[in-house]
């Protein structure tokens, strides 16, 4: 899996983009992408790959069908090629987990075991007029076995873990011949627990009671027809009537074969079905349904007393009992063949499986308040139930244990804990992954967000290890540039590998990224108009916390920091400050003077701010063309408001601390110079008179400036996120003012 490319049309967002991942040497790649752009469009346009669903692929707000032609070394990629790591979900319970609980050995029985339950349960099916899987709404629902653990009222939600309860069930009524879906339809089953059908019963019951009667060998609730059936049937099956061999019932009859035995019963029938009571019970079964249910009473009459209310509960057991008695080798197998599993499965240490070195994994880098297990061990490692993870939580020497949904449901996890549970089952699948030892890209799609420093350096500690792994190929994206700084340094992400994705003309483009540890150091080393413009911020913030030596020499400004704010405000100094006192103050501070030859030293520096802001385009996305429009746009921004308050005639309210103040303009104007935040204070005051519209303006100035303008050595990814496109529109409604 060296190379994979990715062409995208209408995926969920992405319009377009066309890229080949190059993993040939490096088997990482990182993405810087800003939020809203395509990180989450991206993985879940692999998601729908991995999943097997390319038809679900579109621009659902646009209803377009979307194009993914995404190739591993110039074959389509397949789902299994993939694995995508969302950034959180809530609920997610990993499916790997019975993968890393047991070995070949024992997967290979369970694969035997699973082989022969589904050969009886196909034959059940037959049997029983139910399907083992059927579609309801579209959706895959599975409908014989859970009918069969209800019916039996087993405890554990599976057919293998009550099996061996199944052997010692005793079976009351034999009756392989009729379907359960005959009797239990939801139509039929009306019909029969109405009050009319259950009186009739009992008149038949009554009836039947009196013709048992005539038979000195029938006895009521002891020896019945149904019973003397199963005798005839054994004996049949068992080749009792050879060599003259004879049976009597009761006293006086002698039944030599089966023909005669048969000719008892059908006598028997008869008289049965020759009663008023039972033609009046196949009368009121008229409709299409119970025509149905009276086809099998007319073939076996003796059902009509299992059909009572208090009785049906039996039939269904009795019917279940009766299919699997009729494919007895099967059944007797499946029991042999889990009960070995069984034996195996007691002897497996959860110490010592991949499950557990997950765990171990999580545990020692991740810090949560609860310790971990599976509580149904056996049903987990079949694969007949999910596993069931439970929560010890410790306060001193009293233990409280809680599984999943009750944990969801009291609602205890903070966020971090919650998304650290989420990681876990991830960490589950990528054991599993490691273990089956196939080549994997792995999309990682924001997967630190909202975590604590902690476990956020936990995390990039577990994608380092798993970069060390040849056959993952992972591409990490992320919308923090601080995270992606990290990863990209952490796991020694070679320099073409570090991407930042663009946006440009619609289309999605992944281009190198320029300053790979921090643009503040690409800048000092190439000190060309628009870098040295951009590190004004910077120079400042580095002033800020460090001693003020006033090397700047302007008169009237006492300390270097005031200088350069006054290249970030517009102040009464703004404009006599040139790139010569640009360069003294670099010097001094950042150790860096070699400004291009080009630079003119004796012009002044904010003109040259418009200058550029006027030339930059929206393709020119790159963070120093960012700083730039953020500054020339509060300039102008400030510029309006001074002007529009020093020609406004009435008083202006203003805060200073918890107080109100009202006054002049020449008072307003006062405060701002002693003021920190000079752009928010003059709106402050401008809102008071201005035009709706052009406060609407400067409001966004407010909202988008201070972070772009104000950025240190850390923090600096709000103007990152920032697109070009919105600053440049907003520099230009500013110039209109």
């Known amino acids: ?376 061990m056996k049903g987990a490692i079949i694969g007949e139930s999910v596993p069931r993870v439970e929560f010890a939580f410790k306060r001193n020497d009293k233990i409280v244990e809680m599984d999943r949904d009750y944990l969801e449901k009291i609602d205890v996890l903070s966020q971090g804990e919650k998304r650290a549970l989420y990681l876990l089952n991830i960490i589950f699948d990528i054991e599993r992954i490691r273990d089956e030892g196939n080549e994997k890209l792995i999309i990682v799609d924001d997967i630190a967000d909202s975590f604590d420093y902690k476990n956020k350096y936990a995390i990039v500690e577990y994608l380092y290890d798993m970069a060390k792994e040849d056959k993952f190929h992972l591409i990490i994206l992320s919308h923090n540039f601080d995270f992606f700084r990290t990863v990209s340094g952490r796991l020694n992400i070679k320099r073409e590998n570090r991407l930042c994705a663009e946006m440009v003309n619609n289309k999605i483009e992944l281009k190198q990224e320029k300053y790979q540890k921090q643009p503040f150091e690409h800048w000092k080393k190439h000190l060309n108009k628009r870098n040295i413009l951009a590190l004004i911020p910077f120079a400042r913030n580095i002033i800020e916390y460090s001693e003020d030596r006033n090397i700047g020499g302007l008169c009237g400004i006492d300390k270097d920091y005031i200088l350069l704010t006054h290249l970030l405000h517009e102040k009464n100094f703004t404009d006599i400050i040139t790139f010569d006192v640009l360069k003294k103050v670099y010097k001094e501070y950042l150790g860096v003077d070699g400004f291009d030859e080009t630079i003119k030293l004796t012009s002044s520096v904010c003109p040259e701010i418009y200058i550029i802001a006027d030339s930059i385009s929206k393709s020119e996305v790159d963070l120093e063309n960012k700083i730039i429009l953020a500054v020339a746009i509060r300039h102008k921004a400030e510029i309006y408001m001074i002007n529009e308050i020093n020609n406004y005639t009435g008083n202006i309210n203003w805060r200073e601390g918890k107080t109100t103040k009202t006054g002049t303009v020449e008072a307003f104007m006062h405060h701002i110079s002693l003021s920190r935040n000079q752009t928010r204070e003059l709106f402050s005051g401008f809102k008071q008179f201005g035009d709706s519209d052009k406060v609407k303006v400067l409001e966004e100035v407010n909202i988008i400036t201070p972070e772009n303008i104000h950025l240190n050595s850390f923090m600096y990814e709000p103007i990152l996120d920032m697109d070009i496109l919105e600053l440049i529109n907003l520099y230009n409604e500013v110039k209109t003012l």
């Not at 038979?215 to 080749?239: Q, S």
Request: one cysteine or more; proline letters at 2%; charged letters at 35%.
């Open 1 to 376: 899996m060296d190379k994979i490319n990715v062409n995208l049309e209408y995926c969920f967002g992405i319009e377009k983009m066309d890229y080949l991942f190059n993993f040939t040497d490096d088997n990482v790649i990182a993405i810087y992408a800003r939020n809203g752009l395509m990180k989450t469009s991206f993985s879940k346009t692999l998601k729908k790959i991995q999943d097997d669903q390319r038809n679900l692929i579109k621009d659902e707000i646009f209803g377009l069908d979307g194009i993914a032609n995404v190739t591993k070394d110039g074959a389509e990629i397949q789902k299994d090629d993939i694995f995508v790591i969302k950034s959180f979900e809530n609920s997610y319970e990993s499916d790997s987990i019975t993968s890393l609980l047991v070995n070949d050995e024992i997967k290979n029985k369970i694969s035997k075991v699973l082989k022969l339950k589904e050969k009886l349960i196909k034959s059940l099916e037959k049997y029983s007029g139910l399907k083992m899987v059927k579609t309801v709404g579209g959706k895959k629902v599975y409908e014989l076995e859970p009918i069969i653990i209800k019916d039996f009222n087993f405890s554990e939600n599976s057919f293998l873990l009550n099996i061996k309860k199944l052997a010692n069930e005793t079976m009351e009524y034999e009756c392989s011949n009729i379907k359960y879906s005959s009797i239990f339809d939801d139509t039929v089953i009306k019909k029969i627990t109405s009050r009319e059908f259950q009186d009739k019963i009992d008149d038949f019951i009554l009836k039947s009671e009196e013709i048992y009667s005539e038979y000195e060998f029938l006895e009521k609730g002891k020896f019945t027809l149904p019973k003397l059936k199963d005798i005839g049937k054994a004996l049949d099956k068992d080749k009792f009537f050879v060599k003259d061999n004879h049976m009597f019932l009761g006293d006086n009859l002698e039944i030599r074969n089966s023909e005669d035995l048969n000719i008892k019963i059908g006598e028997i029938e008869e008289k049965i079905k020759a009663t008023p009571v039972f033609q009046e019970i196949e009368k009121m079964l008229s409709d299409s349904k119970g025509i149905i249910l009276k086809d099998i009473i007319e073939s076996t009459p003796d059902i009509v007393t299992f059909l009572k209310v208090n009785k049906l509960d039996e039939l269904k057991k009795c019917l279940w009992l009766s299919y699997i008695s009729a494919e007895k080798s099967k059944f007797d197998e499946l029991v042999a063949e889990y009960k070995s599993l069984e034996q195996e499965i007691d002897t497996v240490d959860l110490d010592d499986t991949p499950w557990k070195r997950a765990l171990n994994i999580f545990e020692e880098r991740f810090t949560v308040p609860y310790k971990m297990k599976i509580s149904n």
